[in-house]
């Protein structure tokens, strides 16, 4: 946009203010947590993990904090802008089926190396120290690739709409996030994803009713079923049934929808934010929770696209106030939103600039919030992730593994600092060179793609082969790049570089060649030559020294945690002991059973038994067919707004009464509501 709806000071405002107020947000959750349940991120066990016993709603509601990056709300609304309605269900079921699938591992995580930090400590213990290295090549790799996205969506974003410097935004935005990380540690990172999620879902019901019920541009979605078949009459799109919006029948939509379920397994299966909090939750709801979750997030994609994005296409049918004519096709017509170019629908615009011809100064603000709010949930569980990776992956096992509590949680809030820095440094980087949010989504199953199945196997499947899932993840890696350079080459007379690389062929021969050669090649290795591994080596990283038995594995392959985790921090209600009960083998391959069939079940649903129906029938929807699209939308997005908002105050409803009764007894008897461990409580009743 060449004229900025909100002024330069507003961009500042939101990612400064907004920034130093959760951080002020997250020192009283803190000083609450400590004073009135006996939980203090002082115990690096906290810090990184919550002690393992956070509830399913929370966890729920923490996935759809970390999944719904930048590119959730503004390449959700691109692709529907280029590919009409199928935009959106392929962004949203390409990215959902990911976390439904992870259900697996995390259950499986809960089985066979319950006390574990990260991940990698699990290929560690399995596979040594060449294997640990190279998938903490694609971890990393990972981490790096989704914060820069996170960055470059969101300074874009907010120099289009405040005129912000990009350069500051870059900085500004990880660096207020990892102030209020390092204060909180894990649990309050949770709860303050909470409170973006609560945020969140209220400005996109908003812009729901806006759009589709008192605007005066659309109004109903009767009134937007016409714009949308007005505006395919003056530009048709490409590939799509009739050069309709309003069709599941396009083939670049199915093509996106490839290339997003492949880049999308990379960035939920390796990272370690998304393990973190199957680390986090209590063993018995884990599956419970990634299934929540899941379900949960599709809805905001789906519902924000095809509100967002459909109406800036839809506004480009509605004739501006000094227009000549009223009608899309005669002469003299002037759209009230102009089409956008490539270079602004991959940066991400398409929402933003809707948002604001519907709304004004009051739109771009919602919006400019909605973003820093998901920028900033997803930056916080990067930090902390990484900072899990650099402390128990690097220092503690090849810096220091006689590493005390207090060096240990030094270098938690270090890794939070350093990343941020990072972030903001690649960002920079990456704006500099001309790669955009939108390319780089397309872009990053090419090149960790093919990790993804050699990683699910090696935390699954006890017959996975070393030689097959290392040979399968670097094999992969060079034929995904050989291929997408090749394939670039080929469709466009040898030039490479950003613009010819970035093409739906391009982009979905390398991701194609990355993972299916990396899954292909640890399958069949290890199919023929099987390992035998009974998992008793993972299962007895960082085991309490009240479980401690010594594992018969080889001499310096495994790092054991000396120091015992004291379960009276554990949870507001002292549930150490509990969660240890929730370990039972019996009750976890239940829960695996469970997870693989429902989630097996779900996938098919959502890639297969849906989709390929409606885009084989080259349907046109009328009004009364795209309403009921519309209002599937809506209604899902109020039931996961119930299931990530309500039902975790509900689950909570016993510790949030503690709180409030430490708080009223300290309003009216200073000092006397300070929490008291029950046993603490005990031993001064018998003393008196």
């Known amino acids: 946009m060449s004229d900025q709806v909100l002024p330069q000071s507003a961009g500042y405002g939101v990612v400064v203010g907004i920034g130093l107020f959760f951080s002020a947000f997250m020192l009283g959750l803190t000083a609450m947590q400590a004073r009135y349940t006996g939980v203090s991120p002082k115990d690096s066990e906290e810090f990184t993990s919550a002690s393992r016993s956070v509830k399913p709603g929370l966890i729920a509601s923490g996935i759809v904090s970390a999944w719904t990056w930048a590119a959730t709300l503004l390449q959700s609304s691109a692709v529907a802008y280029r590919y009409g309605i199928s935009g959106p269900w392929w962004y949203a079921a390409g990215a959902t089926v990911q976390v439904l699938l992870f259900a697996q591992l995390a259950a499986k995580l809960k089985l066979n190396a319950p006390y574990a930090h990260t991940w990698l400590e699990i290929v560690a213990v399995r596979w040594g120290t060449a294997a640990h290295l190279i998938f903490m090549f694609f971890g990393l790799a990972t981490n790096l690739i989704v914060s820069s996205m996170l960055v470059l969506g969101g300074s874009a974003t907010v120099t289009d709409l405040t005129g912000m410097s990009t350069i500051a935004a870059c900085f500004l935005i990880p660096m207020g996030v990892a102030i209020y990380v390092v204060v909180g540690g894990m649990r309050s990172t949770l709860l303050c994803d909470y409170t973006h999620t609560t945020v969140l879902f209220a400005i996109i019901l908003t812009f729901v009713f806006t759009v589709y019920v008192t605007s005066r541009y659309i109004g109903s979605i009767s009134k937007m079923h016409f714009l949308l078949s007005e505006a395919s009459t003056v530009a048709p799109v490409a590939g799509n049934a009739g050069g309709s919006y309003l069709t599941l029948r396009s083939k670049n939509g199915l093509i996106f929808g490839v290339i997003n379920l492949i880049g999308n397994f990379a960035t939920v299966f390796q990272d370690q934010a998304y393990w ?18 899941g379900l949960a997030w599709f809805a905001i994609p ?14 480009s049918a509605v004739p501006a106030s000094s227009s000549s004519a009223q009608v899309p096709t005669a002469s003299g017509f002037v759209p009230l939103l102009p089409t956008l170019s490539d270079a602004q629908i991959s940066a991400g615009l398409p929402a933003p600039v809707a948002a604001a011809a519907l709304l004004g100064k009051s ?6 919030i909605l973003l820093f709010l998901a920028v900033t949930s997803a930056t916080s569980a990067e930090l902390i992730a990484v900072s899990s990776i650099w402390t128990y992956d690097i220092y503690v096992r090849y810096i220091n593994p006689k590493a005390t509590e207090q060096q240990i949680l030094r270098m938690s809030h270090l890794g939070v600092a350093a990343f941020a820095l990072v972030m903001g440094i690649a960002g920079v980087i990456f704006y500099y060179i001309g790669i955009s949010m939108g390319w780089l ?8 793609g093919s990790a993804v199945v050699p990683i699910a196997l090696c935390i699954t499947w006890r017959k996975a082969s070393k030689v097959g899932c290392l040979a399968g993840a670097v094999i992969g890696f060079i034929v995904g790049l050989v291929a997408w350079l090749a394939t670039t080459a080929g469709l466009n007379n040898h030039v490479i570089n950003v613009t010819t690389s970035g093409g739906n062929y391009e982009m979905l021969a390398g991701n194609l060649g990355s993972i299916g050669i990396g899954g292909i090649i640890a399958t069949i290795v290890s199919l023929i030559w099987p390992e035998d591994y009974d998992f008793a080596a993972t299962r007895a990283i960082n085991l309490p020294a009240s479980h401690h038995k010594t594992p018969a594995v080889d001499e310096g392959e495994v790092y054991v945690e000396k120091k015992a985790h004291d379960p009276s921090i554990s949870s507001v209600v002292n549930e150490g002991p509990k969660l240890d009960n929730e370990l039972d083998p019996a009750g976890l391959k239940k829960a695996f059973k469970f997870a693989a069939w429902s989630s097996v079940a779900l996938t098919l649903i959502f890639m297969i038994l849906i989709p390929l129906p409606l885009f084989g029938a080259s349907t046109v929807y009328s009004v009364a067919g795209f309403s009921v699209w519309v209002i599937v939308g809506i209604v899902w997005a109020f039931c996961s707004a119930f299931a990530v908002v309500l039902y975790p105050l509900w689950e909570s409803r016993t510790a949030l009464a503690l709180v409030s009764r430490g708080i009223i007894k300290d309003i009216f008897a200073k000092g006397s509501g300070k929490y008291v461990p029950p046993e603490a409580a005990a031993d001064a009743q018998t003393a008196a």
């Open 441 to 448: 989504y397309t872009f990053m199953g090419v090149i960790l």
């Open 302 to 315: 789906f519902t924000l696209a095809t509100t967002l994005g459909l109406a800036a296409v839809a506004l």
């Open 363 to 368: 739109g771009a603000t919602a919006m400019l």
């Open 276 to 293: 973190q909090r199957a680390i986090a939750s209590r063993p018995a709801t884990t599956v419970k929770a990634y299934l929540i979750g």
